[in-house]
């Protein structure tokens, strides 16, 4: 089953639980977002404890083709991000996905 995660909801959610104004929580995801985004602009990559790592590959340049006309075409060599799941969080959505499978089975 698969339910929407937005940011929005989120907000709204950790403002109700925690009697938080969302104003407040929203400022602070921002920052936490916004802090993840410059480690890894800067240092290649972010850790984020039972969740996973963040880091940047460089891909490289190769010549692509066009599927309308065929045509090749030059791609730039670009720098991608790559998440890493932790194991924690690998072994947590592997228990789901099991408990999952054997309820349908």
């Given at each position: ?64 083709r066009n599927p309308r006309t065929g045509e090749k075409v030059n791609v730039p060599a670009k720098m991608r991000i790559h998440f890493t ?21």
């Open positions: 089953m698969t339910v929407d995660f937005t940011q929005a909801q989120e907000i709204k959610k950790i403002a109700h639980q925690e009697d938080i104004p969302a104003v407040d929580v929203k400022r602070i995801l921002d920052r936490y977002i916004s802090d993840i985004r410059s480690s890894v602009k800067s240092n290649g990559k972010a850790s984020i404890n039972n969740l996973g790592t963040f880091r940047v590959r460089k891909h490289h340049a190769y010549i692509g799941a932790s194991t924690i969080f690998k072994a947590e959505v592997n228990e789901e996905f099991n408990t999952e499978t054997e309820s349908n089975n």
